[in-house]
Each structure stands twice: as C-alpha cells, then as structure tokens.
C-alpha cells in the first residue's frame, strides 16, 4: 500500500533528480526535439503506468512535455509517485531526454474576500470549476486552481497571484522581478516566498515552500 510522503522524502529518494514539488505534484519539463519525440515518450509512459498502477498529468507541446504526478486531486505525494517518476525518468534517458527545471513553474489565484464573505459559488459557476477542500479547482488540472484569502478591507491588488517555482530557481526568478520594477512588499518568510507588489500595486507571491516542505 502506498505510504504519504513529504517533499523532502521524494528529494531524498534515488532517481528523483529533475523533479520538484510544486502546486498539484511532482512534476518537470522534458524539452524535446520534435512533436513525435514527445509523441512516442508519452506513449511509453503510457505502458509503464500500467507497472505502476498510477497515471500522471502529461502536456505535450512541440518544444517540450511536462509531467506531473497526480494521486490526488490535491496533489499530495505517496511512494507510488516515487516509482512513477523513476521509470518516467528512466524512459526519458533512453530517448536522449533531459529535465529542465528552469522551465517549470505552477500559478494559482488567491481570491480576496472580505469577512463573512463566500465568492466560491460565483467562480465554480463562471469558470466551469469545481470546489475541492479549501480550493476551486479545473477538474481536469489545466487552469490555475485558486484559494480564498479572508481580509479585513479588500481593495484594489489584494486579489493575488501565486507562483510556485523550484527552491534552487526562487532566487533567480526574484531578481528578475525587482530587475523589471517589482517592489518587494514582504519578505519576512523567505525562502519560503516572498510577495512583491507591480507598479499599480497588484500582488504576486513567489514560493518555494512546497519543494522543501517536510510534511506529508
């Protein structure tokens, strides 16, 4: 039976190299050098899951194929995604693919509502979403899911954007936004995250906390 496992344990397990924990699961880029590479990788993940008894998110795209484990809709890792990404890694070798981390990142949405409040059925209903513990999620994974942040006073650029990124890319993707006029706003949790405000003051958190968190 398969045991729950933190981010730390799937990056202390052999064969994990080239994946990090980001929103919905372990996941990593595999760029490639044609659409039919990226067709006959996916075909055999496709034999290999029926090894593993588990099936991941794929996006095939002509630059490139991501893979993400997906064992619940919330994303949480157990050892069966640690068998899942050996052999995904595995195929990946034999067909000359090579992860790219520097090209992964995961976006969700915190909604801000003020006290006493609840949007959740407005946006279920206006973007085809469906609610999933504290989140509104796209049943089949390709939009953002989005969460609902409790303020005293909502006002303009407290809606917010998260971006979740490996925890050897936070720093890079930092600088890059105070290099393009981002302010830094807070950062009394990194290298957790960090929240930056644009030029008209909309949010955007940066996190690194789900790569390193040692919590199942």
Do not use: C
């Not at 799937?10 to 929103?23: I, M, N, P, R, S």
């Not at 699961?25 to 990788?41: I, K, L």
């Not at 995604?81 to 995961?106: F, M």
């Amino acid at each position: 039976m398969a045991e729950s496992i933190s981010a730390k344990q799937f990056h202390d397990e052999q064969g994990t190299a080239g994946w990090h924990v980001l929103y919905g699961g372990a996941q990593t880029v595999f760029p490639t050098n044609s659409f039919a590479t990226g067709v006959e990788f996916i075909r055999r993940i496709a034999q290999a899951t029926v090894l593993v008894g588990r099936e991941p998110d794929i996006d095939l795209r002509p630059e490139a194929v991501v893979v993400r484990t997906a064992s619940t809709p919330r994303g949480r890792l157990d050892t069966l995604d640690v068998e899942l990404v050996r052999r995904v890694s595995a195929i990946a070798e034999e067909l000359g693919l090579r992860a790219d981390p520097s090209q992964l990142h995961t976006i969700q949405i915190a909604i801000a509502e003020a006290e006493g409040v609840s949007t959740r059925d407005f946006w279920v209903a206006a973007l085809g979403y469906e609610s999933l513990g504290g989140f509104v999620v796209d049943p089949l994974r390709r939009g953002p899911r989005m969460w609902f942040d409790e303020i005293a006073a909502p006002g303009r650029g407290r809606t917010h954007i998260d971006v979740a990124v490996p925890k050897d890319r936070a720093d890079e993707r930092v600088a890059a936004i105070v290099h393009a006029g981002g302010r830094l706003a807070d950062d009394s949790h990194s290298p957790d995250w960090w929240t930056f405000a644009s030029p008209d003051n909309h949010g955007v958190d940066i996190a690194a906390w789900g790569d390193v968190n040692d919590q199942p």
